[in-house]
């Protein structure tokens, strides 16, 4: 039996109302790549936080080979031989690429700074060696120190950022190394090398946890997987056996009224994404305009949108439409680029090219005050409400743009009778309703705005089922009253049986369209969120 | 005009001539590197008055009250500064950006009207006389230690401690993950800075017959950080440079000497328009290197992609 390097029991962590991490136990034996699933807010990244020290734990043990580390700050922490990587890129922006990894071995440094005020080679031998060894550690993940070494990382890609940032992981020599999200954004070929990198390095010896929501990449490289949600522990196992758990099938796919989830595990749905798919359904073309009828009648029209940040394209050329009165859903698993799609549309980003026209209204280059006031809404991911304000405060900000003030205040009135809710917590401060609730208060604040086009991004986001329940009620409700809706979701059945269209959005392409109950019987669809 | 020509034409003479403002941009340049190697680690102070003033004074009541040699009494000034760049950087380094730096320039005030201005040995209001100043002897010992200063901060750059410092100041949180122990680095750039400060506060009071406690006002505090903006922060070079050229600018064009700090805001504003990196800030010296003059002599980063 081999012996654990990280043990972790009964590890609580909860912020304000909502259980981040909730009494998760898991050990991970010496020489492992351990795998770290779950939806998006699942909890997994705090998991990483807790390990590293970066987040306080509030209850439970986490052991480094028996030594408690819990409650180390993260200094300590790293200087005990576990290393980490950052979902978002955190390398030191303006240093060299070689700078960078020079840092990483910090805590292996002895103290030189009197050698270093020397001039004369001889006291700087320590560091030609570093620097030698940290030119090792650059090919060693396949950045070439010639090329590479006195670029400065912000300079480089985004899949070099990434492998450099592993780089100066390793510098610190570590024992364990959290990788969360190394693949996060990257092409295929990328994630084959990021792939081939991690079964190098854990042959040579190293534990690894990875996080990742690459299922192909996961399931391909662990040996043993744990799955949270809503920040508990719901399966544990090989690749193989949480494939097969139908609790996580659900969590994936989210809930629905059917009992599909346990008939559908990934591993058994057999077609691959090339399959023929379902009549209704048709794989989208770009070239071509999925409404060429009505194409000039559609509300939004967009036409070949590329979007990106930085060095990274997340939106590599979608094409697709809305009908006045629709709701058309927008799914696929996370990092797809939907909320870069519909950012792109509200003007938060700007689009490097293609076409993107509201009603007349040129989205690429319209300020968004104009884009708000022409009648299109977004309600951001996360919710974004303003915690200290009260619920009625947080409706009022909604309305800021517009002069009406009496219309305004009856208006609010009508929403808190309407969602009763938030009528019953008028007074309250936003950050102390519930995710559900506050949720509702950040649809009923953009529907002040006079939406004739409300863009609704992750409603269900680490929300618990019934609550999902509430906030699709509300979505219905909505759209009954006449509403327009574009909905981005992870929770994809949920958003199949409200949307009467939707888009399959993969790594920025859009895979598939079709109605909302043909996709929900397509397999195509749990292909792309869970792999296989 | 006049200025440059007998620069360059005779420069012995003009040495003789300018030696207190030479001395001034030497002083000047130390209080710029003392706030660089804040700013270095990320870190924005105005409390370099303050530990300049303790120099100072230290330095001024050891020659009126001790027969200890100057160069004691100055040392020793630095090293009461860095002592209470300690003290008070245990609260304040908590805080970050523009929070830091109005605490700290609360340090300098509550140090000027709280302790400065109400204990006797200071001289109060009236400030203190110096029995000790020599103000063409002190010339030579401010530029020995300015060169001595800015070495010891170039070569700091490769060391674990610079290294640290510069992690700091890209990412706290990863620094964090790398080892480094981000509170105790943080202090030690406070207190390397608070020790800079303090020698430069020493070395001005024995070139003035008089240390007056006006001049370690809010007003100087601003002006040190100016330096470091103008010159710019990528190296030890950047501030040396910007406290040159705004300590020399009054004396070149003398008949604008009304209008000093209007000049001074101007350029400011120039240079955070046009030039936010400052005069020698990303690969600026590069832009105005000779052909002939080798790329690594220019000892700012490596041209980048991103610059072009």
Not at chain 1, 340 to 368: E, K, Q
Not at chain 1, 461 to 469: M, R, S, Y
Not at chain 2, 277 to 287: D, K, P, R, T
Request: with cysteine; proline share 5%.
């Amino acid at each position: 039996m081999p012996a654990h390097l990280l043990t972790l029991s009964g590890v609580t962590r909860h912020f304000g109302g909502v259980q981040a991490v909730d009494q998760v136990s898991l050990e991970i034996e010496t020489g492992t790549i351990f795998g770290l699933i779950g939806p998006n807010g699942a909890g997994k990244t705090t998991l990483v936080n807790l390990i590293t020290g970066y987040v306080a734990l509030q209850s439970g043990r986490i052991e480094l080979e028996g030594q408690p580390i819990g409650g180390r700050a993260p200094h300590q922490i790293a200087s005990l031989g576990v290393a980490r990587t950052f979902q978002t890129i955190r390398l030191y922006k303006q240093l060299t690429a070689l700078a960078n990894v020079l840092v990483g071995m910090h805590s292996r440094r002895k103290h030189d700074t009197l050698q270093q005020l020397g001039l004369l080679p001889v006291f700087r031998r320590g560091q030609l060696q570093r620097v030698a060894e940290a030119r090792q550690l650059l090919s060693r993940v396949g950045l070439e120190p010639e090329r590479f070494q006195n670029r400065r990382a912000m300079t480089l890609s985004y899949g070099d950022q990434r492998r450099l940032e592993i780089a100066r992981a390793l510098a610190l020599g570590p024992r364990l190394l959290l990788l969360d999200e190394p693949a996060a954004g990257m092409n295929p070929a990328e994630k084959d090398r990021i792939r081939e990198l991690i079964e190098e390095l854990n042959a040579e010896g190293l534990t690894i946890l990875l996080i990742d929501h690459d299922m192909r990449l996961v399931m391909g490289v662990c040996r043993q997987l744990a799955v949270l949600n809503f920040g508990r522990r719901i399966a544990l196992g090989t690749p193989a056996e949480v494939s097969a758990d139908p609790a996580v099938v659900t969590a994936y796919l989210g809930t629905q009224a059917g009992e599909e989830g346990a008939t559908a595990a990934p591993g058994a749905a057999g077609p691959e994404l090339e399959a023929p798919v379902g009549a209704a359904l048709r794989v989208a073309d770009p070239t071509e305009s999925v409404h060429p009828t009505d194409a000039p009648a559609a509300m939004l029209q967009v036409r070949e949108l590329r979007v990106g940040y930085g060095a990274v394209e997340a939106v590599k050329g979608v094409t697709f439409s809305v009908d006045k009165g629709e709701v058309v859903a927008l799914i696929g698993a996370n990092g797809a680029g939907k909320s870069t799609i519909l950012n792109a549309l509200s003007g938060v980003l700007r689009p490097h090219s293609g076409s993107a026209v509201f009603d007349g209204l040129d989205l690429g280059t319209a300020p968004t005050h104009r884009i708000v006031s022409h009648g299109l809404i977004q309600v951001p991911e996360g919710r974004e409400v303003l915690a200290r304000q009260t619920v009625r405060e947080n409706l009022a900000l909604g309305a800021w743009s517009r002069r009406d003030g009496r219309a305004v205040a009856r208006e609010i009135e009508e929403l808190m009778e309407r969602f009763e809710i938030l009528g019953k917590r008028r007074n309250l401060a936003a950050g102390q309703l519930s995710g559900g609730e506050q949720q509702i208060l950040a649809i009923a604040r953009g529907l002040l705005g006079k939406p004739r086009l409300l863009l609704l991004d992750e409603p269900s986001l680490g929300l618990a089922p019934q609550t999902v329940d509430l906030v699709f009620g509300v979505i219905e409700q909505i759209h009954a009253a006449g509403t327009t809706i574009l909905l981005v979701e992870q929770n994809a059945l949920r958003a199949l049986e409200v949307a009467g269209r939707a888009y399959v959005v993969e790594t920025g392409r859009i895979l598939l369209t079709g109605t909302g109950e043909a996709l929900r019987q397509d397999p195509a669809v749990r292909k792309a969120y869970l792999g296989g | 005009m006049d200025f440059f020509l007998q620069l360059f034409s005779d420069p012995v003479g003009f040495y003789q001539s300018h030696e207190l403002l030479i001395a001034q941009i030497g002083i000047n340049s130390l209080l710029a590197i003392s706030i660089f190697v804040t700013l270095f680690s990320g870190q924005l102070t105005l409390a370099n008055v303050g530990f300049m003033a303790v120099g100072a004074y230290t330095t001024v009541i050891l020659s009126l009250h001790a027969s200890t040699p100057l160069v004691f009494n100055i040392a020793l000034g630095a090293l009461l500064a860095g002592a209470l760049g300690v003290v008070v950087g245990l609260p304040v380094l908590r805080l970050r950006g523009v929070f830091l730096a109005i605490a700290t320039l609360g340090f300098g005030e509550a140090l000027r009207f709280g302790v400065i201005l109400n204990l006797p040995i200071t001289g109060q209001g009236q400030g203190l006389k110096n029995p000790d100043a020599d103000p063409l002897g002190g010339v030579v010992p401010i530029l020995v230690a300015l060169a001595l200063v800015a070495y010891l901060v170039w070569r700091l750059g490769s060391s674990k401690l610079g290294q640290a410092w510069a992690a700091i100041r890209e990412d706290e949180l990863a620094a964090s993950s790398q080892g480094i122990n981000v509170p105790l680095y943080k202090m030690s750039a406070f207190v390397v800075g608070a020790l800079i400060a303090g020698l430069a506060g020493g070395l001005e009071s024995h070139i003035n017959f008089f240390v007056d406690p006006t001049e370690y006002g809010t007003t100087r505090a601003i002006q040190v950080l100016t330096f470091a903006v103008v010159g710019g922060i990528s190296n030890v070079l950047g501030p040396i440079l910007g406290a040159t050229i705004l300590t020399s600018l009054p004396e070149v064009v003398r008949q604008a000497q009304d209008y000093r700090d209007v000049i001074n805001g101007v350029i400011l504003i120039l240079i955070i328009v046009f030039r936010p990196q400052g005069v020698l800030g990303g690969g600026g010296l590069a832009l105005i290197r000779p052909r002939w003059w080798p790329r690594q002599w220019t000892l700012t980063r490596a041209r980048t992609p991103a610059d072009a």
